[in-house]
């Protein structure tokens, strides 16, 4: 193939499982799994923000930890299981973390809200697992399912709204954890 | 971003004979070097991804110790119950760096080559000594508030952003390399190099050559802190982070190890400070030695004593 530059591309082969169904697809190497979902699997759900790692609304589940869809090359992922929004729920039954965000007002023009939910429903993965974070206190105990630890794991998502709060709120509501 | 063919070698093997290649870079996480493919920093013509050629996991070794594959994500080195247990400057370090996203996909390998780097330096208008060797440094006299005051050199004055290096440099951990029919270690104090009028020669790591794993010899007895000053409370590279390791002797604390984050162009060991004067300020004052600052940097200088006095605080 070539690209829009008229440069020859060798094109890759690789496959995935997208939200439970297996694709194979043939890629411009420099594609990234971002670009991967939105341009040529129509998954638009995924975001792209800064396209830099920074924002996080890009975040997607690959074999069940969160990562930058847009940090990584689409081809990088032969084999593995990727789960996107899309895969959460639908607009009749909604994942709970989902109806968790609608409750709290967790957001405002709903950009980053994706790549939240993905994040946050790791976050609680990652504080049950006893991963640490930055601010847990001990290393060797569980880890608290705390304000202060969910805001902590979710630096990574940013949210030009600042619904912070709201989202913290709907992400305590889910996990049932007191505030 | 520059076109680039693409290889997945099944081996370390296989991955070195890629890796030989003209124009071969190695992606293992891709978080630093993907960034700096999409803004024209880096354009490698061949790609060479070694996520699937294994050195994924921790072992204990022989002599008490611990050896980290050079796949392994800074997320599962972090959580790994003898890191937190033996080494906990080591998880709390890794802790204090990036978002839980990226910690997920970058490697340790990874996180040892990421480049040292500065606004100049992502800015491809500008010139800069380490994208093009000869053309300049714009950020001395530049804007900016997290330059170095150790270690620069007229050619360069970006920081080595990692704090896993840092406490990696207290913990005095070796690198171990493989190349086609060669194995060597090198210690991780030699691994990063000091820009001199070379700043775009990062590490000590030769075309041909491949990271495998870090070793890390048994655990040191005292209290292990890592302490991080950023600008924001999460998510942010150091204004200056401190790896310490500290003991108490007849009712004193004693610096055993002492290593600083966001000062320097290379993770910065002070083994000078190590065992010597007891007083925060007077071990700063040996941490700076050699010290060059400018307006906007001046502030690290004080914050090394009172990092330091916070720090040796909490140690019982």
């Known amino acids: 193939m070539t690209d829009t530059d008229g440069a020859v591309v060798e094109p890759v082969r690789v496959s995935f499982t997208i939200n439970g169904g297996l694709l194979t697809l043939e890629l411009d190497p420099r594609v990234t799994l971002a670009t991967a979902l939105r341009e040529h699997l129509g998954l638009t759900g995924t975001k792209i923000g800064c396209d830099q790692g920074q924002c996080g609304a890009c975040t997607v589940l690959v074999n069940g930890r969160r990562i930058n869809s847009c940090l990584t090359l689409a081809v990088m992922h032969e084999g593995d299981s990727i789960a996107t929004v899309e895969g959460l729920g639908t607009p009749e039954v909604l994942h709970p973390m989902q109806a968790a965000f609608i409750e709290h007002d967790g957001f405002q023009c709903g950009y980053c809200t994706p790549g939240q939910i993905l994040s946050s429903l790791a976050v609680i993965e990652e504080i ?15 880890v608290p399912l705390s304000d202060e630890e969910i805001r902590e794991r979710m630096s990574g998502n940013l949210c030009r709204c600042a619904a912070y709060p709201n989202i913290i709120a709907a992400i305590r509501d889910y996990a049932g954890a007191k505030p | 971003m520059k076109p680039f063919s693409y290889e997945r070698p099944a081996t370390p093997a296989e991955a070195i004979e890629a890796a030989a290649r003209p124009g071969a870079r190695i992606i293992a996480g891709g978080t630093n070097l993907l960034d700096l ?47 937190r247990q033996h080494y906990p400057v080591l998880t709390r370090a890794l802790v204090s760096g990036a978002s839980g996203q990226l910690r997920n996909k970058a ?31 714009s950020a001395i006299g530049g804007v900016g508030h997290n330059f170095a005051v150790l270690g620069a050199s007229d050619a360069c004055i970006a920081t ?36 001199g009028d ?4 990062e590490t000590a790591l030769q075309p041909g050559e491949l990271i495998t794993g870090i070793v890390l010899p048994s655990p040191l007895a005292g209290t292990q802190i890592y302490r991080k000053v950023r600008d924001r409370a999460s998510y942010a590279f150091a204004n200056v982070s401190m790896a310490l390791v500290a003991t108490v002797e007849h009712g004193e604390v004693v610096v055993e190890r002492l290593a ?36 906007e940097t001046a502030y690290k200088l004080p914050l090394v004593s009172r990092m330091l006095a916070a720090a040796l605080e909490t140690v019982q």
């Not at chain 2, 999409?38 to 022989?62: C, M, Q, Y």
């Not at chain 2, 406490?167 to 951990?173: M, T």
């Open chain 1, 128 to 142: 049950r697992a006893g991963m640490p974070s930055h601010v847990t206190g001990s290393l060797e105990g569980p």
């Open chain 2, 37 to 83: 493919m999409k803004l024209g920093i880096e354009g490698p013509a061949h790609i060479v991804d070694i996520n699937r050629i294994g050195l994924d996991r921790i072992e204990d070794t022989p002599e008490g110790g611990l050896r980290i594959g050079a796949l392994v994500r800074n997320a599962d080195l972090a959580a790994h119950p003898r890191v």
């Open chain 2, 107 to 137: 490697s340790v390998s990874g996180n040892l080559m990421q480049r040292t780097r500065c606004p100049y330096f992502y800015n491809t208008d500008m010139a800069c000594n380490k994208r093009r060797p000869g053309s300049g440094c």
């Open chain 2, 160 to 195: 080595h952003p990692s704090d896993m290096c840092v406490a990696l440099r207290a913990l005095d951990a070796v690198v171990e390399i493989e190349s086609a029919g060669a194995k060597r270690s090198i210690a991780i104090a030699d691994f990063h190099l000091l820009p």
């Open chain 2, 198 to 201: 070379t700043p775009h020669l």
């Open chain 2, 260 to 295: 600083f984050g966001g000062l320097a162009l290379k993770p910065w060991r002070v083994e000078a400070a190590e065992r010597g004067p007891r007083d925060p300020d007077a071990i700063a004052d040996i941490v700076l030695a050699g010290a060059k600052s400018c307006t």
